[in-house]
C-alpha cells in the first residue's frame, strides 16, 4: 500500500477501482473507513498467528510458543503500523520542503545524506508522540477483547479477563471490578500524560 501511494505521489496521477478503495481503507482522515480497516485487519492477524502456531499435523491450537494474550497483542501492534506510515510519510514531504533542506541540496549533499542527517532528525517527533500516545489504546483494545473473551486465556492476571470474570460478584464484591478498572483507567491516562509531554518537548509551539 505504501508503494502504491509512493507511485500516485510520484507520477501525480489518481487510481481506481480497487486500489482506489484500499488508499481509502487506510484514510485515518476518516474515522468509519479507518476503524473498519483496522478491525478487520486484527481478525485477520489473529487467524494467521493461530494458525502459524500449529502443531506438525497442521491442526490450529491456541497455546503453542505463547499464550493467546500475546496474540493478541501482537497483532494489534502489526495492524497499527499503516497509521504510523501514513504520518512518516506526511512527515517527510513536510519536511523536505523546509529552507534547509534546500539549503543542503544547493551545496550539492547527496540525497542520502539529506534524508538522514536533515530530514530524519526533524521528522521523527510526531511519531514518537504518536506512539506513545497509541500504547494506552492498544492497552484499551486488549483489554477490551479480553473481556469479551477473545483474548487473554482463562486464569490469566490480565485486567479485562478480572473485569469479566468479576461482574458476577457485582452487587456482592464490586471492589474486585473496581481496582482492573482503575488500574487500567490511571494506566491509560498516564501514558497519554507522557505522550503530551513529550509532545510539549518536543514542539514548544503545542503549549498551551
Given amino acids: 500500500t505504501i508503494i502504491l501511494a509512493d507511485r500516485r505521489f510520484i507520477l501525480n496521477t489518481s487510481f481506481e477501482g480497487g486500489l482506489g478503495r484500499i488508499r481509502d481503507s487506510l484514510d485515518w482522515t476518516n ?30 491450537v491456541l497455546i503453542k510458543d505463547f499464550d493467546r494474550l ?29 529552507t534547509f ?6 551545496v550539492g549533499a547527496r540525497p542520502g545524506r539529506i ?23 492498544t492497552i484499551l483494545s486488549a483489554s477490551g477483547l479480553s473481556f469479551l473473551g477473545l483474548g487473554a486465556d ?15 460478584y457485582f452487587l456482592s464484591d464490586s471492589h474486585l471490578m473496581l481496582f ?6 490511571v494506566t491509560v491516562l498516564g ?3 507522557l505522550g503530551d509531554g513529550i509532545r510539549d518537548v518536543v514542539d514548544p509551539k503545542n503549549r498551551r
Fill in 115 to 137: 534524508m538522514f542527517r536533515h530530514i530524519l532528525p526533524n521528522a521523527w517527533a510526531p511519531l514518537l508522540v504518536a506512539f506513545t500516545l497509541d500504547i494506552g489504546g
Fill in 180 to 185: 482492573p478498572g482503575l488500574a487500567i483507567a
Fill in 154 to 168: 482463562a486464569y490469566t492476571a490480565e485486567w479485562g479477563l478480572m473485569i469479566s470474570e468479576s461482574r458476577r
Fill in 101 to 106: 533542506v534546500e539549503a543542503a541540496r544547493s
Fill in 70 to 98: 500475546w496474540k493478541v497483542q501482537a497483532a494489534l501492534i502489526f495492524t497499527g503500523w499503516p497509521g504510523y506510515a501514513r504520518l512518516i510519510r506526511g512527515q517527510v514531504l513536510y519536511v523536505k520542503e523546509m
Fill in 191 to 193: 501514558f497519554n500524560l
Fill in 31 to 60: 474515522p468509519w473507513r479507518y476503524l473498519t480497516f483496522r478491525t478487520l485487519a486484527v481478525f485477520v492477524s489473529l487467524a494467521l498467528l493461530f494458525s502459524f502456531s500449529g502443531n506438525e499435523g497442521e491442526e490450529i
